[in-house]
């Protein structure tokens, strides 16, 4: 009875924490890195960035989103379809992008969205800026007009007293192609 009662719990606690989650990545990053071997221009903007490039969003006049809202952001990270959706729906402040690699000879068509982080990730390093990476697996999946998705994530602990549990939540998600979509 009493493991009922704390996996109640453990459940109501999940399934509130997952309703309010809208509203809780407010903490601001502002700074990012290219990571890998790519170039990334943001086509609205006009501007290119490399491999170890940094830039600020505010610089750009970029924003990133500080919500993600209710219980389905977990879908972010395993449906392509899903978040494709959600970017042309606008329901995330997304931007469009061409990406390049001197390993393949076209561009690759994309979207990328960014997202603020939570008060408890504040002072860990996912704060200070964000990098963006782009293996080279992605860039076979994206062929053929095929969508590949690819992230990163910080990971956020909740816990208490009937346990804890952790969640990823997104600092950027980006879509990408071989065809314009």
Same mark, same amino acid.
């Given at each position: ?8 719990f453990k459940l109501l ?21 290219? *990571? ?76 990328? *969205? ?7 990730n504040s002072v860990s ?10 293996a080279d697996e992605y ?22 007293? *009937? ?19």
């Amino acid at each position: 009875m009493k493991t009922t009662f704390i996996t109640t719990f453990k459940l109501l606690f999940f399934f509130l924490f997952l309703f309010s989650c809208a509203g809780m990545i407010k903490v601001p990053i502002n700074k990012n890195k290219i *990571a890998s071997d790519v170039k990334i221009l943001f086509t609205e903007k006009n501007v290119e960035f490399k491999q170890n490039d940094a830039f600020n969003l505010s610089d750009l006049g970029l924003e990133a989103n500080s919500e993600i809202g209710g219980g389905n952001w977990l879908k972010h990270f395993t449906d392509v379809n899903y978040t494709l959706k959600a970017f042309k729906k606008k329901q995330f402040i997304n931007y469009d992008i061409t990406i390049k690699s001197p390993k393949y000879s076209k561009p690759y068509y994309g979207k990328i *969205a960014f997202f603020n982080t939570t008060e408890k990730n504040s002072v860990s390093a996912v704060a200070r800026y964000r990098e963006i990476a782009i293996a080279d697996e992605y860039f076979a999946n994206a062929t053929r007009g095929r969508t590949a998705i690819m992230y990163e994530y910080a990971e956020q602990n909740f816990g208490g007293f *009937a346990g804890s549990m952790v969640l990823k939540m997104p600092t950027w998600i980006i879509l990408m192609s071989d065809e314009p979509f």
